[in-house]
């Protein structure tokens, strides 16, 4: 004997459980692939005004911060409407709460954008390319803040 054990190996088992018809579908269809969607579009109008407001000869920092501004309206627009709206609370406290807490998530992310993009204008490096860094980790920063506290349901135990 070698001194470990023998152990019965199952991949294609074990990854089936994993990424079975009915794990997909809920990956495909579920809150991530929601989530994933309003945050795609929402990039799209950051970019857009990013883009324009840097040909037009805004500092980069500044116009990352009007762009991210504007995709944080875009993307409360369509989360609260689109793709999330069993999960927007009923108009009155409860909604102005979770538009605050959304608020506050955007900030955070607005920070961030500001931060790396102005960084990476004072290193030389190219805004669009730290732009991109600040998109990653403004979006890991801001869709954890938003999944638990915002759009989040607590889970039965």
């Known amino acids: 004997m070698n001194g470990y054990s023998k152990v019965t190996a199952r991949p294609l088992r074990d990854l089936s459980a994993l990424f079975g018809p009915a794990q997909m579908r809920q990956?495909?269809?579920?809150t991530i692939a929601r989530y994933l969607s309003s945050s795609i579009v929402a990039l799209g109008a950051?970019?857009?005004v990013f883009l324009m407001l840097l040909q037009c000869g805004v500092?980069?920092?500044i116009a990352a911060a009007?762009?991210?501004?504007?995709?944080?309206?875009?993307?409360?627009?369509?989360?609260?409407?689109?793709?999330?709206?069993?999960?927007?609370?009923?108009?009155g406290p409860e909604r102005r709460m979770q538009?605050?807490?959304?608020?506050?998530?955007?900030?955070?992310?607005?920070?961030?954008?500001?931060?790396?993009?102005?960084?990476?204008?004072a290193l030389a490096?190219?805004?669009r390319l730290a732009k991109l860094g600040a998109v990653a980790v403004s979006f890991v920063t801001s869709s954890g803040l938003r999944h638990v506290l915002i759009f989040g349901k607590p889970q039965a135990a």
């Open 27 to 30: 990956f495909l269809t579920g």
């Open 46 to 48: 950051d970019s857009a």
């Open 59 to 61: 500092a980069p920092a």
């Open 66 to 91: 009007i762009g991210f501004l504007f995709g944080t309206i875009v993307h409360w627009q369509v989360s609260s409407r689109v793709m999330f709206a069993a999960g927007v609370a009923p108009a």
């Open 99 to 121: 538009m605050a807490l959304f608020l506050g998530s955007a900030l955070v992310g607005l920070v961030l954008t500001i931060g790396i993009v102005g960084l990476g204008a």
């Open 125 to 127: 490096i190219d805004p």
